[in-house]
């Protein structure tokens, strides 16, 4: 399989180095292009024998599946300079929520999916969002799955809640961060515990917790529970944040889709909206 990725910023990269480290590919098989052309040949240090092209056309002269991986307001002018590029046994794969399946079907004349990875795929965990168009054929679909499942957990989503979906396995690392974060910093300021060893202390918390799910030991609520001793501290401070998280979540979630629906309606004037 002959992968080529274009845009090699965060996620092109990440995504290089996901299949490079699962053994999804070998760098060899892989043909990567970057508008600033040094990022590109950045990585090609990383990984001996990957190849750096000089245009996107050269990369899906050389790829079977091409990752596009620039961001959503670059992405309309990328598409019309590769029209009459592609070829149709091949696969074009977008990692960007806003634009529709059904939209990059309008504009790109080949097998087309929408792939949202996460930067927790780094460590070949978390999971991958697939939502693929209507001309992929199922052995294609065997295909693309199969590279993925190399990296992370592929879980098809529909069009509908690619934006909450996003924001739990893309959004969902940044998020926790801050939460973490919020967390050494009052566990700081309310004792004197230094900040080193409570960020030693929560970083290594959190790690194995990670691995007790990935176990499949306990589910969330089980795991509150079994840490909960009837009378203890736990419970003291799960009061304290049932009445300060009560609709944060909520009020998050309705602000992503928000940002959505803006971020839609900007790709809507360069693609043309969606086609029935
Ligand atoms: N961040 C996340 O966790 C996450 C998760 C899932 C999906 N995504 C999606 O991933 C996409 C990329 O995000 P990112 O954070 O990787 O952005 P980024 O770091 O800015 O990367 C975009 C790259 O595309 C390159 N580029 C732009 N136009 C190009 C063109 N015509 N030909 C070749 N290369 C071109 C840019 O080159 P230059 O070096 O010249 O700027 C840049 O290196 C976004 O659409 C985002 O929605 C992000």
């Known amino acids: 399989?002959?992968?080529?990725?274009?845009?090699?910023?965060?996620?092109?990269?990440?995504?290089?180095?996901?299949?490079?480290?699962?053994?999804?590919?070998?760098?060899k098989d892989i043909?990567?292009?970057?508008?600033?052309?040094?990022?590109?040949?950045?990585?090609?240090e990383?990984?001996?024998?990957?190849?750096?092209?000089?245009?996107?056309?050269?990369?899906?002269?050389?790829?079977?599946?091409?990752f596009l991986c620039v961001k959503p307001g670059q992405f309309y002018s990328l598409l019309?300079?590769?029209?009459?590029?592609?070829?149709p046994g091949q696969i074009a794969v977008s990692i960007t929520s806003p634009i529709s399946v059904n939209q990059l079907e309008q504009i790109i004349p080949c097998q087309v999916a929408r792939v949202i990875p996460s930067i927790v795929n780094q460590s070949l965990s978390g999971?991958?969002?697939?939502?693929?168009?209507?001309?992929?054929?199922?052995?294609s679909k065997n295909k693309l799955w199969a590279v993925l499942s190399q990296f992370s957990h592929p879980i098809e989503i529909d069009e509908e809640n690619i934006r909450v979906a996003s924001d739990l396995s893309s959004c969902g690392p940044a998020f926790l961060s801050f939460l973490l974060q919020k967390m050494i910093d009052g566990a700081t300021s309310a004792t004197s515990l230094s900040r080193k060893q409570a960020t030693q202390l929560t970083t290594e918390m959190i790690e194995g917790l990670g691995k007790l799910f990935a176990e499949g030991i306990y589910?969330?609520?089980?795991?509150?529970?079994?840490?909960?001793?009837?009378?203890?501290v736990t419970g003291v401070g799960l009061t304290v944040l049932e009445q300060g998280y009560q609709d944060v979540f909520e009020k998050l979630f309705t602000e992503t889709q928000k940002k959505f629906v803006e971020d839609k309606e900007a790709i809507n004037k360069t693609f043309g909206g969606e086609k029935n």
């Open 1 to 27: 399989m002959r992968i080529g990725v274009i845009g090699t910023g965060n996620m092109g990269a990440l995504l290089v180095d996901a299949l490079v480290k699962s053994k999804a590919a070998k760098p």
């Open 31 to 44: 043909t990567v292009m970057n508008r600033t052309k040094q990022k590109a040949l950045d990585l090609a």
């Open 219 to 232: 589910t969330l609520e089980e795991l509150q529970k079994k840490v909960t001793v009837k009378g203890g």
């Open 80 to 87: 019309e300079s590769l029209c009459g590029s592609w070829h």
């Open 46 to 66: 990383r990984h001996h024998r990957l190849s750096v092209s000089e245009s996107p056309i050269k990369v899906l002269q050389n790829a079977d599946i091409v």
């Open 127 to 139: 999971s991958s969002l697939v939502t693929f168009g209507s001309s992929m054929a199922d052995l």
